[in-house]
T-cell receptor, first 108, second 111 residues
Framework: AQRVTQPEKLLSVFKGAPVELKCNYS??????LFWYVQYSRQRLQLLLR??SRESIKGFTADLNKGETSFHLKKPFAQEEDSAMYYC??????????FGTGTRLQVFP | DAGVIQSPRHEVTEMGQEVTLRCKPI?????LFWYRQTMMRGLELLIY????????DSGMPEDRFSAKMPNASFSTLKIQPSEPRDSAVYFC?????????FGPGTRLTVT
């Protein structure tokens, strides 16, 4: 079964601290993985896609097939990073399987 | 492109009334998705279409919910009759090559 697990509902850090949002997946094939971000009362926006291997707003994520993980990292958190972050998996269909999300709070 | 457009942005209705939510996907996108977001259940996929054809409606909660996509530029999600537990934010998203683009959502309140 395809599944995405985000173990932390809430992650609180101070500005300037490193951030790691955890995402583990379950899928037997070669998945495509995504991170979406939702700022307060706004739409979800695509943040990262693993195949593009980009850094967006200072965030990076590396697919680790051995650990079936796709953790989102940023070395120095900013207050404007406060948002809801969703990890998502695509298997072999058009739809995405979303995790339950992690709320990141960055305190000044 | 204006992105995915949803209307209305807010809807307040009384229990038992019919509610219709509308979505215009991004031109050229061939898949369209309807999601529901609540604090308790998070983001749930209700139904998705590919080339205007419903592919997976397993997330539709019950017969009170129905969705249509009469053409490539328009989709509706209807709830009839509505109930207070349907109160949520409903998102529409469209995609091309797996990247989904979300609309601003419709915040539905059923009293």
């Amino acid at each position: 079964a395809q599944r995405v697990t985000q173990p932390e509902k809430l992650l609180s850090v101070f500005k300037g601290a490193p951030v790691e949002l955890k995402c583990n997946y379950s899928y037997s094939g070669s998945p495509e993985l995504f991170w979406y971000v939702q700022y307060s009362r706004q739409r979800l926006q695509l943040l990262l896609r693993h195949i593009s291997r980009e850094s967006i707003k200072g965030f990076t994520a590396d697919l680790n097939k051995g650990e079936t993980s796709f953790h989102l990292k940023k070395p120095f958190a900013q207050e404007e990073d406060s948002a809801m972050y969703y990890c998502a998996l695509n298997g072999n269909t058009d739809k995405l399987i979303f995790g339950t999300g992690t709320r990141l709070q960055v305190f000044p | 492109d204006a992105g995915v457009i949803q209307s209305p942005r807010h809807e307040v209705t009384e229990m038992g009334q019919e509610v219709t939510l509308r979505c215009k996907p991004i031109s050229g996108h061939n898949s369209l998705f309807w999601y529901r977001q609540t604090m308790m259940r998070g983001l749930e996929l209700l139904i998705y279409f590919n080339n205007n054809v419903p592919i997976d409606d397993s997330g539709m909660p019950e017969d009170r919910f129905s969705a249509k996509m009469p053409n490539a530029s328009f989709s509706t999600l209807k709830i009839q009759p509505s109930e207070p537990r349907d109160s949520a934010v409903y998102f529409c998203a469209s995609s091309f090559a797996l990247e989904q683009y979300f609309g601003p959502g419709t915040r539905l309140t059923v009293t």
